[in-house]
């Protein structure tokens, strides 16, 4: 219960609180930071995935700052020969103003990739954002067989079934999804809400994919998962370099290592940027007892 209401009151604590609880999941606000967090995770053998912070943008001015950004990114990271990839959110590109200049921004960004043999990820948003992020997918997909690829989340009701109607893409260059949970607060009538039933869709999104070869990054945190996730990779007798691990950047190092040692690819998803607050709020949501942690650690200075 207080758990749930210092989780409420998450949005309107003071900056500087939340930032002592935001260093550890987030790499810097500089695109230094973010590749000195890269060439610590590659030199543990960790691939990673960088995220720009922020999304849900009030112009298209700023979509286009967004995507000059990621340019500038791309040339960083491949100048410094960092082992790893780019994700990106529809919605910090225009996607709520004007879904074609938000497909042309990400389509300058996934040629610019591409321009380097490296893929880009679309992160999936809430809900009304799915459709056309799987839209812009397809359209990608087509131009870069090879260097995009999507996330589903397996509390939606409706991902297998989608993963099902986008099959047709699966010929010749293969698929390449992350498979998550879901991170947005999504109606009943839409997604699973109960743990053993987004677990249990978790696991039949898995094994769908493995079956049909598709590439999955299996994100997840939750120990429950990885064992089956084990399974089902024994299972279909999928090869090492047909799927990865992906955890978030400071979250269960220990479970993280533990899956290198077994020896399967781990990538960590590496965000920076100055706009870390809507990120951070998101993470402490997400595990109210760290807030707790926080709250305990300022009143017993
Ligand atoms: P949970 O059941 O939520 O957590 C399992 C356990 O993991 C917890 O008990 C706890 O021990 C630990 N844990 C989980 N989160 C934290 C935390 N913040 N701090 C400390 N411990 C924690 N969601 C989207 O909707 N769209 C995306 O595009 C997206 N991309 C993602 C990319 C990656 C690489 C990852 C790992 C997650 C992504 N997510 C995305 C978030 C995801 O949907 C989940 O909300 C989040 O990962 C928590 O789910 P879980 O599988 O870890 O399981």
Known sequence: MINK????TLPYMPKKLVWLFSKRYIAGETIEDAIKASQEL?????KVTVDLLGEFIKDLSQATENKDAYLNIIEAFEKNKIDGNYSVKPTFFGLLIDPEVCYQNIRTVVAKAAEYNNFVRIDMEDSPCVDEEIKMFRRLKKEFPKNVGLVVQAYLKRTLPDLENMMDMQNGTGLNYRLCKGIYVEPAEIAYKKYEEINENYIKDLDFML???IYPGIATHDKNLIQPAYDLIKKYNVPKD?????????VTPELRQSIIDEGHTMRVYVPFGKDWFGYSTRRLKENPKMAMLIIKALFSR
């Open 5 to 8: 209401m210092i989780a409420a």
């Open 42 to 46: 590659n030199a543990q053998g960790i």
């Open 211 to 213: 079956k049909n070869e």
């Open 242 to 250: 047909k799927y990865e691990f992906q955890m978030l950047y400071g």
